[in-house]
């Protein structure tokens, strides 16, 4: 099976995906009630929109600089928060910052596309957080496609942005380079999948990413489990980890199309031809001290996808931070965030590099 079987345009495979996402749902509170949810820091919200609600952690200290924190809008933002040994969120605390993270929520409807997502509700977290912090400047960390959308804000308002940290984030896409953006290369236009479906699931997103790299997104599940399976600590972490990859929601159709087609098939924002904000922007026009974390033994994301971006940006001040895996995180793709390696060696020299930027 390829990726163009599941571009069924009946309303019968609609259906089937969508209860497939409610059977995965269901196993995931079966996960819940047998103890594997996040335990997640106390946190308000400041802000709230469609598609969107900005949380601010209560545990803050009351002085500090600010960070926003752009998860994925594939899955649920606790991957940020699972435990508090391995909680991001707590990381950025215990160094003083004033945390804040951008919560992506599902009711959008099928027009809110990278502008939305990289621009215009950013920009509105960015207001609410001046609004609350009085920081003029903002620090964004982003992960994965939530480091596309940090990296896009930063190229369109380099203005705002005091520094930017990218970690797993595939920003830039050739056909032979990576297993995602060779099975884009192998598909059909994103626009008749988001058309057949408004909203895309994300049991399709799911069933694609399982396709594209079945070694990463399958068998090093697996893999990982049974190496947990003697360190207690690292199976609290796996278990929790499996529990987050069932709470998928579906994209809005434009995100959709968005991603495939201008980043993925036609590398827009690499090529400086991303069309945000009214203008074209690219990796020269990020100006911000930028660090960037990559698994340099990725299929996923690999080195390559972000050494280039890394390379192009007009930066002053920029880091490059491998990550080498751990034991108990399930994907190796989440493994920086939660990772008990991670924690120890790669967030402390984030945080070093931050102090050297200002």
């Known amino acids: 099976m390829n990726a163009s079987t599941l571009h069924a345009t009946n309303p019968f495979s609609v259906m089937a995906l969508k209860q497939m996402d409610r059977m995965r749902q269901a196993r995931g509170k079966m996960l819940d009630r047998l103890g594997f949810g996040p335990q997640e820091t106390p946190y308000t919200v400041l802000h709230t929109e469609p598609g969107l609600r900005l949380r601010k952690y209560e545990q803050a200290p009351e002085e500090g ?67 609350d912090s009085g920081e003029q400047l903002l620090t964004l960390a982003g992960h994965s496609l939530g480091g596309v959308l940090a990296a896009i804000y930063g190229c369109a308002r380099p203005e705002e942005v005091r520094a930017v940290v990218l970690l797993e984030s595939p920003l830039h896409f050739r056909h032979d380079l990576g297993c995602f953006a060779q099975m884009v290369h192998a598909t059909p236009d994103a626009r008749a999948i988001a058309a057949a479906y408004s909203e895309v699931p994300g049991a399709f ?14 068998m090093e599940r697996m893999l990982d489990r049974v190496l947990s399976m003697g360190n207690p600590e690292a199976m609290a972490v796996h278990m929790r980890v499996e529990r987050w990859t069932h709470d998928e929601f579906p994209l809005p159709g434009k995100l959709f199309t968005d991603v495939v087609e201008s980043l993925y098939r036609h590398d827009e924002l690499m090529r400086g031809k991303l069309a945000i904000g009214g203008r074209e922007i690219g990796p020269q026009m990020l100006t911000a001290p930028l660090l960037a974390v990559a698994d340099p033994r990725s299929t996923v994301i690999p080195l390559h996808s972000m050494q280039a971006f890394y390379e192009a940006a007009g930066s002053a001040g920029k880091r490059m931070l491998h990550y ?35």
Not at 211 to 217: I, N
Not at 340 to 345: D, L, M, T, V
Not at 350 to 357: D, G, R, Y
């Open 205 to 218: 997103l799911n069933a694609v990413s399982a396709m594209a790299a079945p070694h990463a997104f399958q």
């Open 324 to 358: 080498e895996g751990d034991i108990g995180v399930g994907l190796q793709h989440v493994g920086v965030l939660v990772g008990k390696s991670a924690h120890e060696k790669i967030w402390p020299e984030i945080f070093a590099w931050l102090e050297t930027v200002g």
């Open 65 to 131: 600089r600010a960070v926003l924190l752009v998860p994925a809008p594939i899955k649920r933002a606790y991957i940020w928060d699972l435990l508090p040994q391995v909680s991001v969120v707590r990381r950025w605390m215990e160094r003083g910052y004033k945390v804040y993270l951008a919560e992506w929520l599902p009711e959008t409807g099928p027009d809110f596309g990278l502008d939305e997502y990289g621009n215009r509700m950013l920009a509105a977290c960015r207001q609410a957080i001046r609004e």
